[in-house]
């Protein structure tokens, strides 16, 4: 079992940047797909990046339209989603999930065991 706890959230204008981090416990963080999620107010949970076991295969949600960028560091437990030209609609509880399955369903909630308590992210206009 893996814990995820995020960080690096926080209030910042429209067109500013964040980069959220989420540290995972144990030693088999290799074997883990990750993802971000987010939830708005009043809104479903909904799929923003994900990245495969070793970072070669990475996914985004249309929304993204090149603003975000996920990473991973294996060796550090750590995976990283960088966001940048931020919008007020942006605005919303960030998630960290983590999946020891194999899954071609990357951007369903259901596809992950494990989330994070998750990080507030909110922009102003």
């Known amino acids: 079992q893996v814990q995820l706890v995020e960080s690096g959230g926080g209030l910042v204008q429209a067109g500013g940047s964040l980069r959220l981090s989420c540290a995972a416990s144990g030693r088999t963080f290799g074997n883990y797909a990750m993802a971000w999620f987010r939830q708005a107010p009043g809104k479903d949970r909904e799929f923003a990046a994900a990245?495969?076991?070793?970072?070669?295969?990475?996914n985004y949600a249309g929304f993204v339209k090149g603003r975000f960028t996920v990473s991973r560091d294996n060796a550090k437990n750590t995976v990283f989603l960088q966001m940048n030209s931020l919008k007020p609609e942006d605005t919303a509880i960030y998630y960290c999930?983590?999946?020891?399955?194999?899954?071609?369903?990357?951007?369903?909630?259901?596809?992950?065991?494990?989330w994070g308590q998750g990080t507030q992210v909110t922009v102003s206009s």
């Open positions: 990245i495969s076991r070793s970072g070669g295969y990475i």
């Open positions: 999930a983590a999946s020891l399955r194999t899954t071609t369903q990357v951007m369903a909630v259901s596809a992950y065991e494990y």
